[in-house]
Nanobody, 121 residues
Framework: QVQLVESGGGLVQAGGSLRLSCAASERPFSSYAMGWFRQAPGKEREFVAAIRWSSGRTYYGDFAKGRFTISRDYAKNTVYLQVNSLKPEDTAVYYC??????????????WGQGTQVTVSS
């Protein structure tokens, strides 16, 4: 059972930046990707970005291309999400996820507890 622990959320002004971290309790399988989803109030959860653990290949949701960057620290079993030029509409709970890389944009086997990101205008 892989446990995912997120950190780095908080209150940020529009235009600012933040970096979310997600530490896995053990090294993900080579066929896994780790990624991020988000859910804003009253909206469905949506895919943000993912990174294939073995190769480092990245995947992004359409809205996330440009301002969001996902990366990983292989030695620390940790994935990061850097978000720049934050907008109020980025306000959401951000969830870390891990699952097979070929379905990670829609499915995950493991989820973190979520971290709140609030962007003030």
């Amino acid at each position: 059972q892989v446990q995912l622990v997120e950190s780095g959320g908080g209150l940020v002004q529009a235009g600012g930046s933040l970096r979310l971290s997600c530490a896995a309790s053990e090294r993900p399988f080579s066929s896994y990707a780790m990624g991020w989803f988000r859910q804003a109030p009253g909206k469905e959860r949506e895919f943000v970005a993912a990174i294939r653990w073995s190769s480092g290949r990245t995947y992004y949701g359409d809205f996330a291309k440009g301002r969001f960057t996902i990366s990983r620290d292989y030695a620390k079993n940790t994935v990061y999400l850097q978000v720049n030029s934050l907008k109020p509409e980025d306000t959401a709970v951000y969830y870390c996820a891990a699952g097979a890389y070929y379905t990670i944009t829609t499915l995950a086997d493991y989820w973190g507890q979520g971290t709140q990101v609030t962007v003030s205008s």
